[in-house]
């Protein structure tokens, strides 16, 4: 039986009880239902754009060790383990260690707990460290970095003439006895030329030496403020004040002397000046 005399049976079956409008709208319906479901659930055909050519991928080489190319990826590699010792190389090559751990000294006399909080220690600690080499920083660059990117040096020779200027920097601070014990440490010593000290033996006994005159001058700096605690705690002795401390009393006093006499400014032109030039 096909769709048309069905359709005619159910018209005739409802013509009596329906509304002529309300059959016809049923009947339409009924007829475009099919269709309309298909044309939503038949997904769109995108356009087939017209076949290219397969071209090969580059071959990316950067650099060479020996005789063998290197890859991107390896010298991405090797980069980024690189920059994961700048903090060492900044600890350990420049004059940062002396600078923080008078800055950090000084705040332990004043007594102030955390104030200055550490992160403006550490600013003041790097901008002061940025002054002191600033001149080794230019010597490195002009000498080795610049002539390097410029392809005028290859790596090794540009490594050599950038390393130059803080090997002088670090022996003009070294002491003889740190030098001379890290000497015997390693099996290298005696040399003829400080250009003979090897660069592991030289960061070392410069780091021992730059801890050395950082509490000698964090001493000089905690005499003051001692002898203030000092007599703080005479006179609450004498006036039977056991149960107050001292330090409540003697903190005003050591704040008001380190102001008086213009302390930041002293502590830190004496900690420029404390650098032997190169």
């Known amino acids: 039986m096909s769709l048309l005399h069905v359709l005619r ?12 409008w309300l059959l016809a709208a049923c009947l339409l319906s009924a007829v475009l239902a099919p269709s309309i479901a298909f044309a939503q659930a038949a997904p769109a055909v995108p356009a087939v754009p017209a076949a290219s050519p397969a071209q090969p991928l580059p071959s990316v080489e950067v650099g060479n060790i020996g005789n063998q190319p290197v890859s991107l990826p390896l010298q991405v590699l090797a980069l980024m383990t690189g920059i994961t010792l700048l903090p060492a190389a ?9 600078i923080i751990i008078v800055l950090g000294l000084l705040r332990q006399a004043l007594g102030t707990g955390q104030t200055p909080s550490n992160q403006v ?25 610049a002539p390097y990117l410029d392809d005028q040096l290859d790596f090794r020779a540009a490594w050599a003439a950038a390393s130059e200027p803080f090997r002088g920097f670090m022996l003009a ?11 015997g440490l390693s099996n290298s010593g005696p040399y003829a030329t400080p250009q003979d000290v090897p660069f592991g033996v030289l960061a070392a006994s410069f780091l021992t030496s730059e801890l050395k005159t950082a509490f000698e001058i964090a001493f000089l700096i905690y005499i003051p403020f001692v002898i203030i605690d000092l007599v703080v705690a005479s006179v609450l002795m004498s006036m039977g004040m056991m149960m107050l401390s001292p330090m409540l ?23 420029a000046a404390s650098f032997n030039p190169v």
Request: aromatic residues 12%; positive net charge.
């Open 9 to 20: 049976r159910a018209a005739a079956a409802c013509r009596a009880t329906w509304p002529a």
């Open 90 to 98: 900044l600890l350990g090559l420049t004059a940062f260690t002396r």
């Open 121 to 145: 220690l550490l600013a003041l600690a790097l901008f002061l460290t940025s002054m002191v080499m600033m001149p080794v920083f230019d010597q490195a660059w002009t000498a080795g970095i």
């Open 173 to 183: 601070q070294v002491r003889e006895t740190d030098l001379m014990t890290f000497a």
């Open 249 to 271: 009393i003697s903190a005003p006093f050591k704040i008001l002397l380190f102001v008086l006499v213009d302390g930041w400014v002293l502590v830190v032109g004496s900690l």
